[in-house]
């Protein structure tokens, strides 16, 4: 016992299943409690040394041995490496495997008869129940992958909500440690962090319940559309909405039972109620999915007929209208476009109540937010402003916090000198002992650390060779996927792209944005006119799907070298190779089910490189990337030197690189003569003049 830091243990049980796991490629949890008192600690090393208990409770009681003392120890298993005999086996058995592969589907074709490529998911059917189990982070029986800690230190009644003691582990990885998680009512909060920190398993954990988050606090987490129904969007909302009443007057009656009608909780329950009103649901509805970029045809469609994306916004539509007293909404704008994005900037600034927004957008951040949290170090740091002023004040703060560093230690450095030169004077030993205690209060009180910078990811995109003009041209292009002229999408297009073709396309959902890319890359051909290709042109083509493309139930680094078995098999080889995209340790071995969308992002980059093309079509590259790595993306198109064509919802990185705006609507394509922020402020100009924000 080394009081008051409390109990370290050295020794680990050296029998039973603990023995018998990977200890060294394992994560130990330890709770322990006496009386009313509770301590844990976290160990990502199991047997590479002592593991210090810390306090959980409010009570600061060092821990004594006594009769009373209790433990509870779990071990979790995490990802290894495999060995070189395994290797081998797992080598012939991707051999085995692709000799008993079955039949494809019969293909599609477009509306000529031509079969359109593959764009089947690599993720079979058989798989899809375990994909599901990983994306709700979940283990086999159901039971959450999260460990979480916390404790109520806000008033159970009260709409703020503040937990101390707050901790976070997900598959052994602790990502965030006794720090706090704190929300206040009204405020709109930006959830900053790298790809991979966890942002999105704090949401899950949150909407989950899973801290001690009162239970008239009601949560609502955006991360998967409305279901298949037989519903129309608009008749779907009405009936969540009207569901979401039923709920509160079930509430209500029991609040005013057990609390009396002076309760406060019933109070603001009433007032919730009353500005719901149920007479004007269809209407407001309405307002909302037009403002997601419904019409009048598409807003009574059958939930069960929509893409994934488009149930999304129906699911979005539900949220901002039953308007939960915490919305917590994870990458919003990721199937949205520009026109979209724009309104529901204008929606959000107006939130009246508790918003945390994960968004990859530095543009929609700035505008929506007043708050930002920024989950770094594994703790939870807070910052009044929207990005521009936690920007700014965070650099302030670490310029700060290195002249401070630097000047503790001269100090030291200055002390330690005296020290190792006092000889045996006794004066100077006296004068000694004593900056060697102003020392031992240094370290008491912790030294002030370094700033740790942050990493610097950089994209690249070889050099490629150059190609004479014309590259890539539409001649007199008309299209439509049944055939018949009435179902155009593009009528009698002319267009060019070339070697230095910076190009943004823009416009609504649903005008053919992705199908012009497809028509480039010949996986559809035009119903009239043609579309020419240099001979020696290689297309790299970035989806929005592109995940899908992906096995998530294998690593990426198993992924990677069975799909490219010819190019090398050797295991560093390919760890090389996602590392120059930012994947790194553990993110590469780890199932790729349980990697956030930006890693995943991040992978199929590091395939569309391997490909090595002279032309990128990049659609919606930024979903789910991190800031930064945004940034690095817009540099590494403006350093590449092949052609680029990109559609984006991303106001920012559009304004980063696009030399050419074109913009798609009315079954043909204009070029925009003006900046993409002049075409974002005609956007607004639009909604405003017609009533729709």
Known sequence: ????????????????????SNTARATLLVVAWSGPNFWYGVSLA??????????????????????????????????????????????????????????????????????VADDAPATSDAKLDEVKRLADQM????????????????TPSSKDVKITSTSLVFHGR?????????????????????????????????????????????????????PPSDLGALEWVVKEAENEMDRLDRLAEKLLEEEGPESPVLIDLYDHMDKMDPATFATRASLILTGLGFNKKTIHKKTKDMSGGWRMRVAL????????????????????????????????????????????????????????????????????????SYHKTRSENETNQMKAYAKQQDEIAHIKKFIASAGTYANLVRQAKSRQKILDKMEADGFIQPVVEDKVFTFRFADVEKLPPPVLSFDDVTFSYSGNPEDDLYRHLDLGFDMDSRTALVGPNGVGKSTLLRLMTGKLSPTGGAVTRHTHLKL????????????????????VRDKYKEKSQDYQF????????????????????????GQKSRIVFALLAIEGPNMLLLDEPTNGLDIPTIDSLADAINAFNGGVVVVSHDFRLLDKIAKQILVCENQTIKTWDGTIGEYKNYLRKKMISSGAV
């Open 1 to 20: 016992i080394t009081p008051p830091h409390g109990l370290t243990i050295t020794k680990l049980p050296t029998k039973g299943s603990l023995a018998k």
């Open 46 to 115: 199991v047997l590479r040394g002592p593991l210090r208990l810390r306090p959980l409770s409010d009570a600061s009681l060092p821990i004594l041995f006594a009769a009373n003392l209790s433990f509870l120890l779990y071990l979790i298993p995490t990802a290894k490496m495999p060995s070189a005999a395994k290797e081998k086996r797992l080598a012939k058995k991707a051999a085995d495997s692709k000799k008993g592969k079955g039949k494809n589907d019969e293909p599609q074709v477009d509306a000529h008869g031509k079969p």
């Open 139 to 154: 283990d086999k029986h159901g039971i959450s992958d999260r460990v979480t800690t916390g404790v109520l230190a806000s």
């Open 174 to 226: 602790v990502l965030i440690t006794d720090s706090i998680l704190e929300l206040s009512f009204a405020r709109r909060y930006g959830l900053l962090g790298e790809n991979g920190c966890g942002k999105s398993t704090l949401l899950k954990a949150i909407a989950a319940r899973e801290f001690p988050i009162p239970q008239h606090i009601d949560i609502y987490l955006l991360n998967e559309g409305a």
């Open 317 to 388: 539509a539900k949220a901002l209208f039953v308007k939960p007293s915490l919305l917590l909404l994870d990458d919003p704008t990721a199937h949205l476009d520009l026109e979209a994005c724009v309104w529901l900037e204008e929606y959000l600034k107006k939130w009246e109540r508790t918003l945390v927004l994960v968004s990859h957008s530095m543009d929609f951040i700035n505008g929506v937010c007043s708050n930002m949290i920024d989950m770094r170090a594994r703790q939870l740091q807070y910052y009044g402003g929207n990005y521009d």
């Open 540 to 559: 790299g083509l970035y989806s929005q799907h592109s995940a899908e493309q992906l096995d998530l139930t294998k690593s990426a680094l198993d992924f």
């Open 574 to 597: 390919w760890r090389q190779q996602l590392g120059r995209y930012g994947l790194s340790g553990e993110s590469q071995t780890a199932l790729m089910g349980t990697l956030s969308e």
